[in-house]
């Protein structure tokens, strides 16, 4: 059994408010402690399923895809651009709405231009409000979204990402079941 699928076997789960299961794992919430072999083995499955040769920049969304996509932009000397919850006022920005299972927010993309070529990374796709917003904006801004990858998909319920047309690739499927996370997927989706 691989790094990623024994933690998330072992991963708390937290019950929101509204009765939404939510995994606790280093990789979708820092905690506990990420251990450097899980992130490494999560940069070389990250790097052999996303289409890397013909990107120009990564893209991800604050704040907890971000130490995963700085990985992968330091083993591919790919750059990097976060998506940021904060407004700068910088010119060129773009506010899009995040809506996860549990929130909703405005996030700002920054200097990222029409004809960029990028790869969207993300740690957990789950509802897919994130990413369906973040590909939209994307493409509004003109950059070509080469592909996409999300490291966990939390499956069994409404997929906005799928549902908008757009394809993510995972690395891991799973689901909550009775308190658990069950892996459904090893492989996730290509």
Known sequence: MDQLERSLREAPIVEKDDGYQYFVHPISDGVPKLDPGLLREIVIRIIRKAHLEEVDRIVTPAAMGIHISTAVSLMTDIPLTVIRKREYGLEGEVAIAQQTGYSENEMYINDVHEGERVLVLDDVLSTGGTLASVIDALNEIGAEVVDSVAVIKKVGGA????????????????????????????????
């Not at 995972?170 to 658990?180: F, P, R, S």
């Open 159 to 190: 997929n906005e990402v799928e549902d908008s047309g757009h394809h993510v690739k995972t690395l891991v499927n799973v689901d909550v079941v009775d308190g658990e996370v069950v892996i459904v997927d090893a492989n996730g989706d290509d």
